[in-house]
């Protein structure tokens, strides 16, 4: 897949972006490079091979580092409420904005 000028041109009014004609040029040609990048990697045949959850996993085996599950956040809505100049039932009261 090739992009053209336009196709850059197209993109950056897309995006909101303002490209003068060095930086649409520059564009062009690194986004060129990268689906060249691609078309070369989806040339590859992969049939048979497994997908891996890291790629690490192909050198050596990868154990997920997990945490244990626990409760490691506690109630404080008392402390909290006592610094707010107005409450009402374990809520903050907070003045109209928007009539």
Not at 3 to 10: G, N, P, R, W, Y
Not at 89 to 97: E, N, S, T
Request: glycine share 4%; proline share 4%; net charge negative.
């Amino acid at each position: 897949m090739s992009l053209s000028i336009a196709d850059v041109q197209k993109i950056a009014r897309l995006s909101q972006l303002t490209l003068n004609n060095d930086e649409q040029a520059q564009t062009l040609t690194q986004l060129n490079t990268i689906f060249g990048l691609i078309d070369q990697m989806s040339a590859v045949d992969t049939t048979g091979v497994a997908p891996l959850m890291h790629p690490i996993a192909m050198i050596e085996s990868v154990q997920q580092r997990l945490r244990t599950d626990a409760v490691s956040e506690s109630n404080h809505r008392d402390k909290n409420m006592a610094n707010a100049p107005q409450s009402e039932q374990g809520y903050f009261l907070v003045p109209k904005v928007i009539e």
